[in-house]
């Protein structure tokens, strides 16, 4: 594991440990984290069990829990339930809980389930002022777990869960898991930020390298097309896409199949029915300097296909209604075929990257024999599917070092970091707010990861006002646009043009910056970026923007709603400062110059409009 040794030397430490075999049903040890009781319940009869606490700074410490049985045996259930008092905390920050972050009662708390490729292990409290209350995040990203978090009406206290090997698991001889607890007063997006370089840290879960193009706007065909997917379309999609600074095309479900009928019945066997001269495509859309990208649902075999009867008896389980089986990558044979059919792709058409979709399927189901016989290497699902992927992608980065992997939500917990460097919000056509929420979820929680946001598209009778706040949602994320370029309205056109082009100028503030989303409890109805010496907010409702003067040289205020007036609170001495207000489509209304005086300040600025102040030294 890659903890700093310099914050191992610059920190104190505290060591507790608690050591035993626990023979009674429903022992309980307790212990203190982070100033808090924390009672570690469980059945663990036959299992030696240990509790070492590191204190890293003064609210900041982590637990360390290891069991241990003489000659294996399966682990049972057990849980971490500790409580606190809901003074200041307004609500609850998980990767699961997207529009709803309020607190649920103890009777129906609110829930994360965490694995391999659904969601993240880590809950924050957080207070009315956006601050950290308490975090707490979980080293284990490979097997369940279960975290909980409500209120108790009889003595309003928030009361938490933990709990493990909720599942049945393999036997194990050995096990050991981390569990950090975060008290200090700061940014709750912060505190996020922090959780994910903590998982980086751990050798099992290092960050893929992202390349440059995966931080650069993407053409997909996906909400455009759907399955009815074709060349030359696609082509003439990709030059006017390129025109606008789009750097690469995801060419979605559809291109294997000449069904049209949904479902999965026809993949597996993954030959270009509909796209035959795929080779040739690939080389038209190099030959415009733009990078191609595949999609593929990576556990299924389906119904119809060849590949079910060389597959066969190597399922976990048939996706009813779908006509799909999901494979099972605890047979080598089946991890051969998998990677087999990405690495022939990326050589035989030259690909540069590849949507992969579905892997969360990859899961032990109720009739799921846990064990490592009959043919499989591998008693774990989870275990197998990260080797799986593990080894898929440093097969694919020995043929490209550049190769392009995304994953969607939910596939975005720490493990899956390492198998991919794109991350994109889930499905939500033409909900702008919604986007702009899974987009910052994401965003807090995935480091250098390429966060990029479900695909935009629109009814083309909108006005281009309201068209254009698809884009001004998902400014703090890689745009991923998805309607017909050819087709849309001349307005609509220039407004992504010119969207597209101040995003790029401004990414590094964008993508790279502080980024802050403000009161988590009601969505996010401000965000803000920062780096260097500019600052640019995005306003999505009508709330005072405060600013400080003196702290940025140039500040941009995006208005992301249908009002124009925009009320900014200055704070700090009083400063002028050259202004510029344009419209969606980038014409200039006004400009001018402006003294922002300590108070609040009203200017009117086109709905999905922006202005840019400038100081004056």
């Known amino acids: ?212 193009v995966a931080r650069l706007p993407v053409y ?122 990405y690495v022939d792709a990326t050589k035989e058409w030259n690909l540069d990257g590849f949507k992969l979709d579905f892997i969360g399927r990859f899961t032990a189901y109720g009739d799921t024999e846990l064990t490592q016989e009959n043919g499989r290497d591998h008693a774990s699902v989870n275990e197998a599917t990260d080797v799986l992927m593990t080894d898929l992608m440093k097969s694919l980065q020995a043929i490209k070092p550049d190769i392009m992997i995304e994953f969607r939500q939910p596939y975005i917990g720490p493990a899956m970091r390492k198998y991919g460097n794109m991350f994109r919000a889930t499905d939500c056509p033409n909900l702008s707010s919604v986007n702009r929420i899974r987009t910052s979820d994401l965003r807090m929680l995935s480091g250098n990861t390429a966060v990029h946001s479900d695909m935009l598209m629109w009814h083309y009778d909108e006005p281009v006002e309201v068209a254009a706040l698809q884009m001004l949602n998902v400014m703090y994320s890689v745009p991923q646009i998805s309607v017909r370029l050819e087709d849309i309205p001349q307005d609509h056109f220039k407004m992504i043009r010119f969207y597209t082009d101040y995003w790029l100028k401004n990414r590094k503030v964008l993508l790279d910056g502080d980024f802050h989303p403000t009161s988590p409890l009601t969505n996010y109805p401000i965000l803000e970026g920062s780096k260097d010496d500019k600052k640019i907010i995005a306003v999505y409702n009508d709330l005072n923007i405060k600013i400080q003067t003196g702290e940025f040289e140039q500040i941009d205020i995006l208005n992301a709603k249908r009002t124009n007036q925009l009320v900014i609170l200055s704070e700090g001495e009083t400063k002028k400062y050259d202004y510029l207000i344009q419209n969606c489509l980038g014409e200039e209304v006004d400009k001018g110059t402006l003294e922002l005086t300590a108070g609040a300040h009203l200017v009117n600025v086109p709905p999905s409009g922006l202005i840019s102040f400038t100081a004056i030294n």
């Open 220 to 341: 997909s065909s996906w909400y455009s097309y759907h399955q009815n997917v074709a060349m030359k379309e696609l082509l003439n999609e990709c030059k006017l896409a390129k025109k606008m600074g789009f750097e690469s095309i995801i060419v979605d479900d559809g291109w294997q199949t000449l069904d049209s009928n949904r479902g999965y019945a026809f993949t597996g066997d993954w030959q270009p029915e509909r796209i035959p001269e795929m080779k040739e495509f690939v080389q038209a859309v190099h030959d415009l300097d733009m990078k191609f990208i595949l999609w593929y649902a990576v556990p299924f075999v389906g119904e119809n296909s060849k590949a079910y009867e060389k597959m066969k008896g190597k399922f976990l389980k048939y996706w009813d209604g779908q006509g799909t089986y999901v494979l099972d990558p605890r047979y080598p044979e089946v991890r051969e075929f998998i990677i087999k059919t």
């Open 1 to 212: 594991m890659k903890i700093s040794r310099n914050i191992m030397l610059q920190t104190s430490m505290l060591l507790l440990l608690i050591c035993g075999k626990l023979s009674a049903q429903n022992a309980t040890k307790t212990f203190e984290l982070a100033g808090e009781k924390v009672q570690l319940m469980g059945d663990l009869t036959g299992f030696d069990s240990k509790i070492e606490v590191e204190k890293l700074s003064e609210g900041l410490e982590i637990a360390t829990i290891s069991l241990a049985h003489e000659t294996g045996a399966p682990p049972p259930e057990f849980t971490l339930n500790w409580r606190l008092p809901s003074s200041d905390i307004a609500g609850h920050w998980a990767t699961g809980s997207f529009n709803d972050k309020t607190i649920g009662p103890s009777w129906g708390p609110s829930r994360t389930k965490s694995m391999l490729a659904k969601q993240a292990p880590v809950i924050v409290l957080f207070g009315h002022d956006d601050t950290n209350r308490l975090n707490f995040a979980v080293s284990e990203a490979l097997n369940t777990v279960i975290l909980d978090t409500g209120i108790k009406e009889e003595d309003g206290m928030v009361y938490n869960t933990i709990t493990f090997f909720s599942e049945k698991s393999r036997a194990i001889k050995n096990y050991e898991v981390k569990v950090r607890f975060d008290k200090r007063p700061q940014p709750y997006s912060k505190a996020l930020n922090e959780v994910a370089d903590w998982w980086a840290s751990f050798d099992l879960y290092t960050p893929a390298p992202v390349p440059e």
